[in-house]
C-alpha cells in the first residue's frame, strides 16, 4: 500500500488537473481509492467532474469542510477556501463508495449506501475492515445504526460531517459527480493492510454533573413537545431549566442569554458536556457533545443526540490542550498498538470545526504536532460538523468537538 496527498488553491480544471498529477506521481500509478476535501466556497460540482474525467473508474468519495483542509503539506484554508486530496494506490485491497439521500430515514439511507459501496467493491455480502462515513448533519446516530443493521456492531466507523463556513447549511457530499446536500456518503474499505483508529475527546471532566430529566422536540411548525426521550434539545437537568444548570456549571458565562436565548456556539467551545462511554480499567472516556444554542424556554439545543436518563458531566478544555491533541492522538495510537511510524502508509484525521475555529491563528502548530508524531508520513485532515468514531471498547458513536485518527499500514511490499 501507498498513500499520498494533494492539494489545490482554485477549483478549475486546470488546478485539478495539476493536483492529481502531483499525486499520481507520488504514488507511481493510478490510485485505487480517492478521499476529496474541500470548502463550500471551492466548487465540489467542477473538481469531482474533473476527478471523474481524469479518473473515471476511481471510486471517489468527497465531502465539504469548515474553511478548507490540512495536509502533512500544510493548511490550506486562505480566504475560505482549501481543496485537499487523499490518495489510495492498493490494487490487491478493495474499495467501494455509496451513497444515498437522507429524506426522512436515515437508518435506511446508510443501509442503502452500505449495499451500493459494498457493489462497488465487488464485495456483496462481505464485511469491511472499515467503514468512512461523511453525513449531513443531524442524523449521525440513526446512520451508524443503519450501517450496523447491515454489517453488524463489530465493524469500526469512523469519519466526520459535512460543513460549511457558517453553519448555514451550505455542506455538500459527493460520489463520483454525483452531489448531494443531504446525503449519507460511505466507504467500505478492504486494504490489503491492516487499519488502526483511535477516537478522542481531549478534554478533562470536572466535577460538575446533572440527570437529563426532559428532553423536547420541535414540530414542524415549531410547536414543542415535552414527551421526547431523545433527541438534540435539552430540557431540563436534574428538574431544573437545562441553560440555567449548565450557565451555573460554566461560572455564569452564558448569563445574557440564559433568558432571551441565542447563539452560544462559539462560546461553549471549551466547556461541552460529556458522557462516559466505557472504561479503560477504571478510568472513563468520554463522548461530547456540543451545546449551540440556547432557547427562549431555557432549554439548550446539542449537535449530537442526548437521552433522558444520561449523566451529563461538564468537560473543560484549553486553547492548548486543542493545538497539541492531534498529535497526541496519533502518537497515542501507535504507542497503543505497539506500531512504529515507519510502518504507516497514510492517515485521515477528522478534526472538530469548532475546535479549528477556536485556534484557528494557530493551525500550523496542529500539522506540526502530527508531523511530528508522524514524520514523513501523508495525512488529510478534515474539520467538521460533528465526528464519528470507535472508541476502544468497540463503540461506534457520534460526537462533537472529538478526533478521530485513520492510520493505514503499510505493506511488507517496498514501492
Same mark, same amino acid.
Given at each position: 500500500?501507498?498513500?499520498?496527498? %494533494?492539494?489545490?488553491?482554485?477549483?478549475?480544471?486546470?488546478?485539478? !488537473?495539476?493536483?492529481?498529477?502531483?499525486?499520481?506521481?507520488?504514488?507511481?500509478?493510478?490510485? &485505487?481509492?480517492?478521499?476529496?476535501?474541500?470548502?463550500? =466556497?471551492? %466548487?465540489?460540482?467542477?473538481?469531482?467532474?474533473?476527478?471523474?474525467?481524469?479518473?473515471?473508474?476511481?471510486?471517489?468519495?468527497?465531502?465539504? %469542510?469548515?474553511?478548507?483542509?490540512?495536509?502533512?503539506?500544510?493548511?490550506?484554508?486562505?480566504?475560505?477556501?482549501?481543496?485537499?486530496?487523499?490518495?489510495?494506490?492498493?490494487?490487491?485491497? $478493495?474499495?467501494?463508495?455509496?451513497?444515498?439521500?437522507?429524506?426522512?430515514?436515515?437508518?435506511?439511507?446508510?443501509?442503502?449506501?452500505?449495499?451500493?459501496?459494498?457493489?462497488?467493491?465487488?464485495?456483496?455480502? *462481505?464485511?469491511?475492515?472499515?467503514?468512512?462515513?461523511?453525513?449531513?448533519?443531524?442524523? !449521525?446516530?440513526? /446512520?451508524?445504526?443503519?450501517? /450496523?443493521?447491515?454489517?453488524?456492531?463489530?465493524?469500526?466507523?469512523?469519519?466526520?460531517?459535512?460543513?460549511?463556513?457558517?453553519?448555514?447549511?451550505?455542506?455538500?457530499?459527493?460520489?463520483?459527480?454525483?452531489?448531494?446536500?443531504?446525503?449519507?456518503?460511505?466507504?467500505?474499505?478492504?486494504?490489503?493492510? !491492516?487499519?488502526?483508529? /483511535?477516537?478522542?475527546?481531549?478534554?478533562?471532566?470536572?466535577?460538575? #454533573?446533572?440527570?437529563?430529566?426532559?428532553?423536547?422536540?420541535?414540530?414542524?411548525?415549531?410547536?414543542?413537545?415535552?414527551?421526547?426521550?431523545?433527541?438534540?434539545?435539552?430540557? *431540563?437537568?436534574?428538574?431544573?431549566?437545562?441553560? !440555567?444548570?449548565? &450557565? =451555573?456549571?460554566? +461560572?455564569?458565562?452564558?448569563?445574557?442569554?440564559?433568558?432571551?436565548?441565542? &447563539?452560544?456556539?462559539?462560546?461553549?467551545?471549551?466547556?461541552?458536556?460529556?458522557?462516559?462511554? +466505557?472504561?479503560?480499567?477504571?478510568?472513563? @472516556?468520554?463522548?461530547?457533545?456540543?451545546?449551540? %444554542?440556547?432557547?427562549?424556554? +431555557?432549554?439548550?439545543?446539542?449537535?449530537?443526540?442526548?437521552?433522558?436518563?444520561?449523566?451529563?458531566?461538564?468537560?473543560?478544555?484549553?486553547?492548548?490542550?486543542?493545538?497539541?491533541?492531534?498529535?497526541?492522538?496519533?502518537?497515542?495510537?501507535?504507542?497503543?498498538?505497539?506500531?512504529?511510524?515507519?510502518?504507516?502508509?497514510?492517515?485521515?484525521?477528522? @478534526?472538530?470545526?469548532?475546535?479549528?475555529?477556536?485556534?484557528?491563528?494557530?493551525?500550523?502548530?496542529?500539522?506540526?504536532?502530527? #508531523?511530528? /508524531?508522524?514524520?514523513?508520513?501523508?495525512?488529510?485532515?478534515?474539520?467538521?460538523?460533528?465526528?464519528?468514531?470507535?472508541?476502544?471498547?468497540?463503540?461506534?458513536?457520534? $460526537? &462533537?468537538?472529538?478526533?478521530?485518527?485513520?492510520?493505514?499500514?503499510?505493506? =511488507?511490499?517496498?514501492?
Amino acid at each position: 500500500m501507498k498513500i499520498a496527498t %494533494s492539494w489545490a488553491s482554485a477549483s478549475d480544471q486546470t488546478s485539478i !488537473e495539476k493536483a492529481y498529477s502531483a499525486l499520481e506521481q507520488q504514488l507511481g500509478g493510478t490510485p &485505487n481509492y480517492l478521499y476529496l476535501s474541500c470548502s463550500v =466556497e471551492d %466548487s465540489i460540482e467542477e473538481i469531482s467532474r474533473a476527478l471523474k474525467k481524469l479518473a473515471p473508474h476511481i471510486p471517489l468519495h468527497g465531502s465539504t %469542510s469548515c474553511l478548507g483542509s490540512m495536509t502533512e503539506q500544510g493548511v490550506h484554508n486562505q480566504d475560505g477556501r482549501g481543496i485537499a486530496i487523499f490518495g489510495i494506490l492498493d490494487p490487491v485491497g $478493495g474499495y467501494g463508495v455509496g451513497a444515498a439521500q437522507i429524506q426522512h430515514d436515515a437508518k435506511t439511507a446508510a443501509k442503502e449506501a452500505v449495499e451500493a459501496a459494498l457493489a462497488m467493491a465487488d464485495c456483496p455480502g *462481505e464485511v469491511p475492515s472499515m467503514v468512512w462515513m461523511t453525513s449531513a448533519p443531524g442524523h !449521525e446516530e440513526a /446512520a451508524i445504526a443503519g450501517i /450496523a443493521e447491515i454489517l453488524g456492531d463489530d465493524v469500526p466507523v469512523t469519519g466526520g460531517s459535512s460543513a460549511d463556513n457558517t453553519v448555514s447549511g451550505l455542506w455538500k457530499q459527493c460520489v463520483q459527480d454525483r452531489i448531494y446536500t443531504n446525503a449519507v456518503v460511505l466507504t467500505v474499505l478492504f486494504p490489503s493492510t !491492516e487499519v488502526i483508529f /483511535a477516537f478522542h475527546s481531549g478534554y478533562e471532566p470536572t466535577e460538575q #454533573k446533572g440527570v437529563v430529566t426532559k428532553m423536547g422536540t420541535l414540530d414542524n411548525e415549531g410547536n414543542l413537545d415535552e414527551s421526547a426521550l431523545e433527541g438534540r434539545m435539552v430540557l *431540563e437537568i436534574d428538574h431544573r431549566p437545562a441553560m !440555567e444548570v449548565y &450557565n =451555573e456549571w460554566c +461560572g455564569g458565562i452564558l448569563d445574557d442569554v440564559v433568558s432571551t436565548g441565542g &447563539n452560544i456556539l462559539t462560546r461553549t467551545t471549551l466547556y461541552p458536556l460529556g458522557r462516559v462511554a +466505557g472504561h479503560v480499567g477504571k478510568i472513563p @472516556y468520554f463522548q461530547l457533545s456540543h451545546p449551540d %444554542s440556547a432557547t427562549e424556554r +431555557g432549554a439548550f439545543t446539542a449537535f449530537s443526540n442526548i437521552c433522558v436518563g444520561d449523566e451529563l458531566v461538564l468537560m473543560h478544555g484549553t486553547v492548548e490542550s486543542l493545538i497539541t491533541r492531534a498529535g497526541r492522538v496519533a502518537a497515542s495510537t501507535l504507542d497503543t498498538h505497539g506500531i512504529d511510524h515507519k510502518d504507516i502508509a497514510g492517515a485521515l484525521v477528522v @478534526y472538530c470545526a469548532g475546535c479549528m475555529l477556536t485556534v484557528r491563528e494557530r493551525l500550523g502548530e496542529v500539522v506540526d504536532g502530527l #508531523k511530528q /508524531a508522524l514524520p514523513q508520513t501523508p495525512f488529510l485532515g478534515i474539520y467538521t460538523f460533528g465526528e464519528q468514531g470507535c472508541f476502544l471498547g468497540g463503540e461506534n458513536r457520534h $460526537g &462533537n468537538l472529538m478526533i478521530s485518527v485513520l492510520l493505514f499500514r503499510k505493506s =511488507e511490499t517496498t514501492f
